[in-house]
């Protein structure tokens, strides 16, 4: 595991794809753990109608699944780099363990998150806490989830966030959740990491290759 900080987006992206790129059947998984500068991030299925007044908030048009997001200060970015072939799921069994950690997470704060089949992401009463966007390459997974822990949403109301116009997002400090971004990365790594079946947890610094 790696907890970056607060990063700016792109660096990021390319070191995901250079580790994913490079790395061999023996390489061990990672999860980096940070933050984002303010960023609007377009998936590969994203429509240009869904940005709505964007302003000076740069977008970077990137190579996940699903349509635009917001990431800033105060969110929790997730990204599992996992070799998903050695593992034995699929990319849908994949989608469904990180949402389940992100429910679990949540449970014990008595704040009832949920699944959705047909909009992937957890929920709370209809609002979206958490989004979710995934790139699988050579087996591998790379790019992963974005929780909002305690941030400025109102971002999110310059874009259809995930190409839903009007769709409300919430964060868990207003839910009664965690509080700050470090107390919900820690909590979240261990349920997936349990999720998944591993059996050792490395701390490592920076990013790899640098």
Not at 23 to 50: I, S
Not at 115 to 124: E, R
Not at 184 to 202: C, H, S, V
Request: charged share 20%; hydrophobic share 40%.
């Amino acid at each position: 595991m790696r907890r970056l900080g607060l990063q700016p987006y792109e660096p990021i992206w390319q070191a995901m794809q250079r580790f994913t790129d490079t790395r061999n059947q023996d390489d061990a998984d990672e999860l980096w753990l940070l933050e984002h500068a303010p960023v609007f991030t377009q998936g590969q299925a994203g429509k240009a109608e869904h940005l709505l007044n964007t302003g000076e908030i740069p977008v970077v048009q990137v190579d996940r699944g699903g349509q635009v997001t917001y990431h800033g200060p105060g969110q929790l970015v997730a990204y599992p780099l996992l070799n998903i072939k050695r593992l034995g799921i699929g990319v849908r069994e994949l989608v469904t363990q990180i949402e389940s950690s992100l429910i679990d997470l949540l449970a014990p704060y008595q704040v009832n998150a949920y699944a959705k089949a047909d909009a992937p992401g957890v929920y709370v009463d209809e609002r979206k806490v958490a989004s979710l966007g995934l790139r699988i390459r050579k087996g591998c997974s790379f790019h992963g989830l974005a929780l909002n822990v305690n941030m400025d949403t109102s971002p999110f109301l310059r874009i259809n966030p995930c190409g839903y116009a009007g769709m409300e997002m919430v964060q868990t400090a207003d839910l009664g959740g965690p509080a700050t971004v470090s107390e919900a990365g820690d909590r979240l790594a261990d349920i997936f990491y349990n999720k998944l079946g591993y059996t050792q947890l490395t701390l490592l610094e920076g990013l790899p290759h640098e």
